[in-house]
């Protein structure tokens, strides 16, 4: 058991530090347990191999498939044992179970969860910066979590998987244009800038745990759901205005940003050693929207 597990990954290296848990420590944890496990079985052996060997004194142990002789096929307990031993002989070992509990859309779901605290956390500090204070009186029910914010007459609102359809389901004004393969989009966050002196603004941020050979290719599946087939309520000229794909990349990938052209669209480097690139965006997009709104 000990070489199937050391075959699958090594329990001994050490990826984390005093500050992150780092998503390789997390595989570990179920061959960890099952270590744990059989030692305490080979301990309950040894134990009674130490109680039962002064009464077998001649007893030799045998590595081979055990059989029910005709002696013992009438005794209960007897055929209990020989049910458990050969229960033994028969395991195969399969990791695949404990392994599924940390496969890519779990880690997916875990770098999901990183990134929803995070922004949260960036959300809230840069805001605040602004003068912006959190309003628990706006209430939204299209999605998972949501935030508002508000400065006067100026409203930020944040929502982690809001759901938009092809006809307008709640207050949020986004707008699913085809129907053809599925009925509503859910992106993973969102940020929705409001204010009576100029049109709504909107920017996704959709967190992909991918390496940065392949997160070009998701970033094109969310130019298609997010800009080509999400529109905006009643007002059918307009598009999303910022769309960024965070990934625990180095640095940032295929960035089209400019103060004057929109929709802006990127990759953003998102992971605990580099969180600059995320607060600079968020910073950049509020002044941006408000400008001298905020003084």
Not at 154 to 174: A, D, G, H, T, W
Request: charged share 30%; with cysteine.
């Amino acid at each position: 058991m000990k070489r199937e597990i050391n075959n699958n990954i090594d329990i001994t290296k050490k990826y984390s530090d005093d500050n992150y848990v780092d998503f390789r420590d997390l595989r570990k944890l179920p061959y960890i347990r099952l270590l744990r496990e059989t030692e305490d079985i080979k301990s309950k052996i040894e134990s009674l191999y130490l109680c039962y060997r002064n009464i077998f004194v001649d007893a030799l142990p045998r590595m081979e498939r055990p059989v029910l002789t005709p002696v013992f096929i009438g005794r209960k307990h007897y055929t209990s044992a020989f049910k458990l031993i050969q229960r033994v002989w028969n395991v195969k070992f399969d990791f695949q179970g404990d392994m599924l509990l940390f496969n890519i859309q779990k880690m997916s779901y875990l770098y999901e969860m990183y990134n929803f605290f995070f922004l949260l956390d960036v959300i809230d500090e840069k805001l605040r910066g602004f003068d912006f204070m959190e309003d628990n009186n706006n209430e939204n029910n299209c999605a998972k979590y949501f935030r508002s914010y508000r400065k006067n007459e100026l409203v930020i609102n944040f929502y982690y998987e809001p759901s938009y359809f092809c006809r307008k389901q709640s207050s949020l004004n986004l707008i699913r244009i085809s129907s053809k393969e599925g009925s509503y989009y859910k992106p993973d966050f969102l940020l929705e800038f409001i204010s009576p002196y100029r049109e709504n603004v909107y920017c996704i941020l959709d967190a992909k745990y991918s390496r940065q050979e392949t997160v070009r290719k998701r970033l094109n599946d969310c130019i298609y759901k997010y800009i080509l087939n999400t529109g905006i309520y009643q007002n059918p000229h307009k598009k999303i205005d910022y769309l960024f794909a965070l990934a625990p990349i180095d640095k940032e990938v295929d960035c089209v940003i400019s103060e004057s052209y929109f929709p802006q669209i990127g990759v953003l480097s998102s992971k605990p050693s580099n969180t600059g690139c995320v607060k600079n965006i968020i910073s950049k997009i509020v002044k941006s929207v408000y400008g001298d709104l905020l003084e």
